[in-house]
């Protein structure tokens, strides 16, 4: 008979040291969305933090991307606080910050042929991480990344009086085209394409893309990115974290047995402080990449509970 082990799951005192390290530690911004999901919280709080992130033509820069220091707007940088703006289920477009984003996004700048462009200029100017220098090929490469988050987000919104919902509708035609042919997707084009999916869901657009296809060949990409050996997940590689954050998830469905080996690995990684390392570092700017490196600590502290949270593993 087949020995059962019982589940590992995040205990009490584990729990406190990784909130006491938050307190300590985390940015402003971090810290009210760890009060948000785990200290019955609010939005409030969250969205005035972000707010000092977001500059007068509506984007967003100001490091809210650790690894990118440039103050200055970028679409992928305000495609991370839009990523706060799911977090809180804010999809009104009239309210302010969502409103200047949204403008911020149809203003044409930084657009090219797949949508909204990975790095932009300025980038080069300022501390960051090698990934961000700019680089017409990097964006080449990097294709939908950027776009597929954002044109979920505006589908979601409903924009429909203005010309930045028909630019939305236009770009995730070509992206369906490109995914569903037989070409190859970076693996952040896939995570990008993952979040589409789930907004077109919930805005109701079943009709309006093949979603049923879309579901097929979007589990079959998730499925081959997913490295399936832990032993390489201490350097960068995509987790079953990337893609499934539930049970309800579409890529769940046959990734159980290596998502509950993350949440072993999850619960037998952390530091002597109680957080997690990231698995990168920056080649230049070492001064600036230590205080990036405290910051990510504090965004995958949440991330990581959440994951445990949502699986069980960890009973607040």
């Given at each position: ?99 200047k984003a949204l403008e911020f996004l149809d203003s044409g700048a930084y657009f090219g ?157 952390r530091n002597q402080e109680g957080v997690w390392n990231i698995t990168w570092k920056w ?34």
């Amino acid at each position: 008979m087949k020995e059962v082990y019982p589940v590992r799951i995040l205990e009490p005192d584990e729990y406190k040291q990784i909130r006491t390290w938050m307190y300590r530690n985390a940015r402003p911004l971090e810290l009210a969305r760890w009060q948000y999901h785990f200290e019955n919280g609010n939005a409030k709080p969250v969205l005035e933090t972000l707010a000092h992130f977001q500059n007068e033509d509506g984007g967003f820069g100001n490091a809210l991307e650790p690894d990118l220091w440039n103050p200055a707007s970028s679409p992928y940088v305000t495609e991370m606080a839009i990523d706060v703006f799911r977090e809180l289920d804010l999809y009104d477009p009239s309210h302010p910050m969502v409103k200047k984003a949204l403008e911020f996004l149809d203003s044409g700048a930084y657009f090219g042929e797949t949508g909204w462009l990975f790095t932009i200029p300025s980038n080069s100017d300022h501390p960051h991480a090698p990934w961000w220098t700019y680089s017409e090929e990097t964006n080449r490469q990097n294709g939908y990344h950027t776009t597929g988050g954002l044109t979920g987000y505006i589908l979601r919104c409903d924009v429909a009086a203005g010309g930045l919902y028909h630019k939305a509708l236009s770009v995730a035609d070509g992206m369906m085209d490109k995914l569903l042919s037989d070409g190859t997707l970076d693996i952040h084009e896939v995570r990008a394409c993952g979040t589409f999916l789930n907004d077109v869901i919930k805005a109701g657009l079943e009709n309006r893309f093949d979603v049923a296809t879309l579901r097929t060949r979007l589990c079959a990409l998730v499925n081959a990115s997913i490295e399936r050996d832990p032993a390489k997940w201490p350097f960068y590689s995509m987790r079953p974290t990337q893609f499934i954050d539930s049970k309800k998830n579409p890529f769940y469905p046959g990734n159980e047995a290596i998502v509950e080996t993350e949440m072993d690995v999850l619960l037998s990684s952390r530091n002597q402080e109680g957080v997690w390392n990231i698995t990168w570092k920056w080649e230049e700017y070492p001064r600036e990449f230590a205080i990036s490196e405290r910051w990510w600590q504090g965004y995958w502290a949440i991330r990581n509970l959440l994951f445990l949270r949502q699986f069980g593993r960890f009973a607040q």
